[in-house]
């Protein structure tokens, strides 16, 4: 193989690295973007649990409260247990509506979690591959017959 050859068999797998480098630049800014958007909305997953354990907070007091009024005014007249009765139902039904959000924002959360762990294998077996094939350029180009360890 003459020099000539050699060159420009060289400058074509510079072309390629480059092209590669160029692609992982592009895949690593997209790869940036969806992870910018995945905590963006786990951001706002975060805001949303943290507002519905407020309320679940202030539906428990409430919960406590109307409980320890049945308890003392129980003795008094039919009409108010049958009133804090539907006061505790209506509280319940609250607390499980409440519980079905959290669920919902739970297994939401979770599959973004899983989005991300997804994103991060591929991007990092990508980054493998290319540091692959970059070290056999490279041993190729220098003529280093031991790889990198």
């Known amino acids: 193989m003459t ?32 992870l910018d958007e995945l905590t963006i909305k786990q951001d706002r997953t975060q805001s949303h649990l943290d507002q519905l354990g407020a309320r679940v907070d202030q539906v428990g007091g409430k919960v406590d409260q109307l409980s320890d009024q049945v308890d003392s005014f129980i ?19 609250r607390t499980e ?33 290319i540091d692959r094939v970059l070290d056999y350029l490279l041993r190729q180009q220098g003529g280093n017959p031991n790889p990198r360890s």
Request: avoid cysteine.
């Open 97 to 129: 509506r409440l519980e079905a959000l959290m669920l919902k924002l739970d297994r939401n959360f979770e599959e973004q979690k899983s989005q991300f762990q997804e994103f991060q294998l591929t991007t990092g077996a990508a980054l493998e591959r």
């Open 75 to 93: 003795t008094h007249t039919q009409r108010l247990f049958t009133k804090r009765g539907a006061e505790i139902e209506e509280t319940k039904a």
């Open 3 to 34: 020099n000539a050859q050699r060159l420009d068999y060289v400058e074509d797998e510079l072309e390629t690295v480059k092209r590669l480098l160029v692609s992982t630049a592009s895949y690593a800014e997209s790869a940036n973007r969806r």
